[in-house]
């Protein structure tokens, strides 16, 4: 394989992944941040491997808590009035994707894209010797009926 030199741009889990994976085939890597190494998202998160979450976000049952979402005070949810003409088309794109069709669409892309993460988690797991830090304990995944995977 030809050898590259490559900048990636962001060391959160993303770009250190990418990062290190590039190396494992040989390339010369720079990673560049504007903050620490992983002090953005990948700092503060629950750090589960979460290959379960293959739904997504755009769905029904979303777009039926987006008024309650909208309007509570400590909601995660919340948009600056003077934001709104510049996120409607956005927005618009969500709706479209939170059809059952493409809600559907979009849950096997991602199923199929997960179905692989762990194994590719543990290859960079094992090259960057960091085994120790990894607790496998297992998790269940439930719903209370069938609707509530929509
Ligand atoms: C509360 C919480 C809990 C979560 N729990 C989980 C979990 O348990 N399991 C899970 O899988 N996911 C979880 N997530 C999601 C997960 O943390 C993110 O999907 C993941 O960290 C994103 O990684 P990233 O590398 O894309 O982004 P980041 O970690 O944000 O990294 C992006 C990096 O790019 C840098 N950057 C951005 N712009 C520039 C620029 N112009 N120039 C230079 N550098 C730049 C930033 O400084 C940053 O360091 C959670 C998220 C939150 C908020």
Redesign the pocket.
């Known amino acids: 394989m030809k050898k590259h030199e490559i900048v990636i741009?962001?060391?959160?889990?993303?770009?250190i992944c990418c990062a290190l994976k590039l190396q494992l085939q040989g390339h010369q890597v720079l990673l560049?941040?504007?903050?620490d190494p992983?002090?953005?998202?990948?700092m503060?998160?629950?750090?589960?491997?979460?290959t379960e979450q293959i739904f997504p976000m755009a769905s029904a049952s979303i777009i039926k808590q987006l008024p309650s979402l909208l309007i509570k005070p400590n909601s995660p949810l919340s948009i600056k009035p003077s934001y709104l003409p510049k996120i409607i088309p956005w927005m618009m794109r969500f709706l479209m994707a939170a059809r059952r069709e493409q809600f559907t669409k979009g849950t096997h892309a991602l199923k199929s894209l997960n179905d692989k993460a762990m194994q590719a988690y543990e290859d960079l797991i094992k090259a960057s010797a960091s085994e120790h830090l990894i607790k496998k304990a297992g998790y269940l995944l439930v719903f209370e009926g069938k609707k509530a995977q929509q």
């Open positions: 741009v962001g060391s959160g889990i993303i770009g560049i941040d504007k903050n992983a002090s953005g998202c990948s503060g998160n629950a750090g589960h491997f979460a």
